[in-house]
């Protein structure tokens, strides 16, 4: 999921790509904030990076 909000979906749309309804995925959402201390996705996002819980994918060589 921490993928997922990074890329921005919404949670909607993460709802869809995970098979849960959006009222769990918010849940889940607000519950990984408040654990890292983000008030904002994107904070979220931010904190889940540095801490190591979320990697952007490697992309292939072109």
């Known amino acids: 999921m921490h993928r997922l909000i990074g890329e921005g979906k919404t949670t909607v749309r993460i709802a869809r790509e995970v098979h849960l309804v959006p009222s769990t995925v918010k849940y889940h959402i607000t519950r990984m904030q408040e ?4 008030v904002k996705r994107v904070t979220l996002a931010i904190r ?7 990697r952007e994918p490697e992309r292939p060589d072109r």
């Open 35 to 38: 654990k890292l201390g983000a």
């Open 48 to 54: 889940a990076h540095e801490l190591g819980i979320y």
